[in-house]
């Protein structure tokens, strides 16, 4: 399994910016970006496939998030920008295989790899 760190987070002013970062040992189909707050199940925030670049957004981030990889460093990114106090939580950036892939891009269960997690916390 590859391995993947985060880092990145930290705190911030609501309509302020941060970009996280997701290193992975290896390469595999696709990335993507989830997050939980306390007390809720993992939510999807984005994915993005390696080679083409193809950026899947969930409708709550559309607009004020931004997905990207840098093939050469294995590393894939999200600038989040416009953040609100809902927006806090551990952000967690996954894996898939390309058959996980075609299934699906917004189910935890369809990612192999899973980092440790990133906290970011929105202030009011």
């Known amino acids: 399994q590859v391995q993947l760190v985060e880092s990145g987070g930290g705190l911030v002013q609501a309509g302020g910016s941060l970009r996280l970062s997701c290193a992975a040992s290896g390469r595999t189909y696709a990335m993507g970006w989830f997050r939980q707050a306390p007390g809720k199940e993992h939510e999807f925030v984005a994915a993005?496939?390696?080679?083409?670049?193809?950026?899947y957004y969930s409708d709550f981030v559309k607009g004020r998030f931004t997905i990207s990889r840098d093939n050469a460093k294995n590393t894939v990114y999200l600038l989040m920008s416009s953040l609100k106090p809902e927006d806090t939580a551990v952000y967690y950036c996954a894996a898939q295989t390309v058959a996980q892939f075609y299934i699906g891009q917004e189910s935890p269960s369809n990612y192999a790899s899973w980092g440790q997690g990133t906290q970011v916390t929105v202030s009011s």
């Open positions: 993005i496939r390696w080679s083409a670049g193809n950026a």
